[in-house]
C-alpha cells in the first residue's frame, strides 16, 4: 500500500507544500542578517505568514470555482503552484537590504499561494484516498512536508554558504516542480 500511486501522490505533494514554510521563514531571515537589514525590519517579517491562519477565509472561493484545466482540485493546485513558484523566483531580483519592503511584498505572496496550495492538496488527499488510507496518507504527507521545510531550510542555509542566495531562490523556485509534475501526472480524484 505504502508504494501504491495514491501515496506516492500525497508524498509529493507533501514535500511540495513543505518547501515554501521556510522559504519565508528562518531561510529568509538569514538572507536578511547577510544583507545587514536592520533587526528590527526582520522582526516586522513574523507577520509574514498570516495567510496560514486566515486561509479559510479564501477556501470557499477555490472549492466553489473550477479551473478550466485539470478539474478542481488539480486546477488549483497547478494554479497556486506555478504562482508560487514565479513569487519564490522573483526573490532572486531583489536585494533585502536594497529593498526590503518588495521583499516583504514577496514573502506575503510566497505565503498566500503557499496557503492556497495547502488548501488544495488537503482537499485532494482526502477525495484521492480511501478512508482505511487516510492514516497512512497523512504521515506519509507530513514526513514530505518535513522533508520539503529540510530543502527550504537546512540545505538552502548550506547552500547559501557556497553559492549567492539569488542562485538559492532560483533552486528552491525550481524544487516546486516537484509539486507541479505530481499534479500534472496525478489522477483526477
Not at 510566497?110 to 492556497?116: D, E, Y
Request: charged content about 15%; aromatic content about 12%; overall charge neutral.
Amino acid at each position: 500500500v505504502i508504494l501504491s500511486w495514491r501515496m506516492l501522490v500525497t508524498f509529493f505533494l507533501g514535500i511540495s507544500s513543505g518547501i515554501p514554510l521556510l522559504v519565508t521563514g528562518s531561510t529568509l531571515q538569514a538572507w536578511m542578517t547577510d544583507e545587514k537589514v536592520d533587526l528590527a525590519v526582520i522582526g516586522m517579517f513574523s507577520l509574514v505568514g498570516l495567510p496560514y491562519t486566515v486561509k479559510f477565509l479564501w477556501a470557499p472561493v477555490m472549492d466553489r470555482y473550477v479551473p478550466p484545466f485539470l478539474g478542481r482540485r488539480r486546477g488549483w493546485m497547478l494554479i497556486s503552484q506555478i504562482l508560487l513558484m514565479l513569487a519564490i523566483g522573483t526573490f532572486s531580483l531583489v536585494r533585502p537590504a536594497e529593498s526590503p519592503w518588495i521583499v516583504a511584498f514577496l514573502a506575503v505572496l510566497v505565503s498566500f499561494f503557499s496557503a492556497s496550495q495547502d488548501i488544495v492538496v488537503d482537499a485532494y488527499r482526502r477525495e484521492l484516498l480511501r478512508d482505511e488510507e487516510l492514516g497512512l496518507g497523512s504521515s506519509l504527507a507530513v514526513n514530505g512536508y518535513r522533508m520539503g521545510m529540510l530543502f527550504s531550510g537546512a540545505f538552502a542555509l548550506f547552500l547559501a554558504d557556497r553559492i549567492p542566495w539569488n542562485y538559492v531562490y532560483l533552486l528552491l523556485a525550481a524544487s516546486l516542480l516537484i509539486g507541479i509534475i505530481t499534479t500534472c501526472l496525478a489522477p483526477g480524484a
